[in-house]
């Protein structure tokens, strides 16, 4: 047989996407979960509505924040600016310092550190959070909240607001934000589209992942469509890092390891990054965040897995998948979360710990396949 023609296991080009399914496959998992019900966009619509427009209003997303998060928190508080809100604050706990792509995203003026958010707004809306834990203490305000607005496309989402905007079907956050501010009666302007652009293009891996639908598309269209700077903004979000990050990039991924036997054949590719990899090259964390990318490029691997050190036993570990295992079900038994082909979770002890707790999950995350 030629070389070229594959007879084994093989993804389509794009496949590897967040949250997409293998089309080749079938799943035997459960049923997807229902969109979100018309009650509760009335019931969202509806508190945004009963609060008065000089009352505090909380806006929160994830620790450690991605676009999504940000995107979607800070295209929504924009959006309330625009219904006349004035005490509005949009934050997220511990370290206050983002990432530079974040920088010059429109709304950062509403963003204040944890310890400065509102202590008792009447109003709380969470973005991009799948459990109370990933707002840190600003859960507290949600708890205490009179309405609580859940907005996430997390399956793993533990539905913790007094009302849950959560679609699992969503590419990313901002898709559950534009139809609340569409329901809402904002216009779009360029200041949200923005936003709302960055979380989009960053969970769609730039249009990349299967999740990216023809209403990813429309959506898209509709926010391009309000004279953004497509061009800047791609690259500021993609194309941009500095030299430093760029060796370090070179350096660990150098030490790439392909084990082609683990999770049951289909593969895994890792490796690591430590704080004194980043002090090398006088690099902040945040710039480790990419290179999973480059490590899921690996052909010869289903299994993408990069541990990022944040304290001395400490790490961050990044998963992802080309289809054939749910990585999710990984990380959530290693007390993490997220997608189907992209979770992480937070470990401790050494390298080779971390690792070898990946590998003894992959086979139960296996996703049977009928073919
Ligand atoms: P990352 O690898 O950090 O880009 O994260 C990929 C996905 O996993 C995202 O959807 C996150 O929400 C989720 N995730 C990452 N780390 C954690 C964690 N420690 N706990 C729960 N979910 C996580
Ligand atoms: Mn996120
Ligand atoms: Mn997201």
Redesign the pocket.
């Known amino acids: 047989m030629p070389r070229w023609r594959r007879t084994t296991r093989s993804s389509p080009a794009g496949s590897a996407g ?1 949250r997409g399914t293998h089309v080749t496959r079938t799943v035997s998992q459960e049923a997807p979960a229902p969109e979100i019900a018309e009650e509760d966009w009335q019931r969202a619509v509806e508190a945004v509505r009963a609060t008065p427009s000089d009352a505090e209003v909380l806006l929160a997303c ?3 924040p ?1 676009g ?2 940000l995107g979607s928190m800070l295209g929504t508080a924009l959006g309330l600016r625009r219904l006349g809100f004035t005490r509005l604050r949009a934050s997220f706990p511990g370290q206050t310092d983002l990432p530079e792509p974040f920088l010059s995203l429109p709304g950062l003026d509403l963003l204040v550190p944890e310890p400065d958010a509102p202590a008792d707004p009447p109003l709380v809306l969470s973005f ?4 109370i ?2 707002l840190g203490g600003l859960g507290a305000q949600l708890k205490a909240a009179e309405a609580s607005v859940v907005l996430d496309h ?1 399956a ?1 989402s533990t539905r913790f607001g007094s009302i849950n905007l959560v679609d699992p079907g969503a590419a990313a956050t901002s898709v559950v934000a534009d139809e609340l501010l569409t329901r809402l009666g904002v216009v779009l302007d360029a200041e949200i589209a923005e936003c709302l652009y960055v979380a989009l293009a960053t ?1 769609t891996g730039s249009f990349r992942f299967s999740s990216t639908t023809p209403d990813v598309h429309r959506l898209a269209a509709r926010l391009i469509a309000t004279g953004i700077p497509i061009g800047e903004v791609s690259r500021r979000l993609f194309d941009t890092r500095p030299y430093g990050a760029v060796k370090l990039f070179g350096e660990v991924l150098c030490r790439a390891t392909l084990e082609p036997a683990e999770a049951g054949g289909l593969g895994l590719a890792w490796t690591y990054a430590t704080l004194a990899d980043l002090e090398r090259y006088d690099q902040r964390p945040h710039v480790l ?1 990419a290179l ?1 990318d480059s490590v899921r490029c690996v052909a010869e691997a289903d299994v993408a897995c ?1 541990v990022k050190q944040v304290r001395p036993t400490e790490w ?5 998948s080309k289809g054939g295992v749910d ?2 079900r990984v ?2 038994a290693l ?5 189907r082909n ?5 470990a401790h002890g050494t390298v080779g710990d971390v690792v070898a707790a990946v590998r003894a999950q992959l086979p139960g995350a296996r996703i049977s396949t009928v073919t």
């Open positions: 967040e994830h620790v450690n991605d999504d998060a991009d959070a799948a459990s834990e990933r997390h793993s969970d965040e999973i990069l961050s570990v990044s998963l992802r990585v999710s990380a959530v007390g993490g979360g997220g997608h992209a979770a992480g979770f937070t």
